[in-house]
């Protein structure tokens, strides 16, 4: 089987490039997959318009497009889209974009698994790895976590695991909170038990990639 994976950014594919083997097993020995990352998430197009600029990469700009593609294109099996909920309402976002899928002709295998509220909740739904990356962080932010809670979810992973915290990755601007984002997904995505993660997002995710390669 092969499967395509787009995700909303590159911190995310990060992270995704680590897991994904451990999921699906070593490349190639038999399933294949290819990590296609963005430059942000954007908003359904309006009538699904096919307007949006290819090369600004904006992953829900361009959805109606690229499904369309990928239902035409032979040698796919399925397309796996991963996106933060931020604070829309999972279920409401969830049914807009399986909308999308559906209104394709034909229509891609297509599975859309949301991080609630943010991909960081699945660090923090591995603390064990969390503290491994990083042995000094503070226990009583980690400890008033709920998982998947909605609550500012990478400005609490900063505060717990850097002096001065997410304020003080705010006051430097927006690429190096772009930064951070990445080194977690270095230091802490490979300590991830991926059977042992607190986050129900990330059981969603895992569960429903597993599924994709299990025999009926």
Known sequence: MHIE??????????????LLPQILGEWGAPHTWKLITHKGIGR?????????????????????QLLRGYGKTPGIDAVVIVLDTDR???????????????????VPHTLFRLAVEEMEAWYLGDCAALLKAYPRAK????????????????????????????????????????????????KIGPFMNLQQNASPSFGKFRDGVSRLISPE
């Open 88 to 106: 829309r309402d999972c279920k409401v976002f969830l049914q807009e974009l399986r909308s999308v899928a559906e209104r394709c002709n034909p």
């Open 44 to 64: 359904i197009p309006p009538g699904l318009a096919t307007k949006a600029d290819p090369t600004k990469r904006i992953l829900l700009d361009r959805l109606p």
């Open 5 to 18: 994976f787009l995700v909303e950014d590159s911190s995310g594919g990060k992270l995704l490039a680590q």
């Open 139 to 186: 226990r009583d932010v980690l400890d008033r976590y709920v998982q998947d809670g909605i609550c500012d979810t990478w400005e609490l992973l900063a505060d717990a695991v850097y002096a001065g915290g997410a304020a003080a990755i705010k006051k430097a601007g927006w690429q190096s909170a772009g930064h951070f984002k990445h080194e977690w997904a270095e």
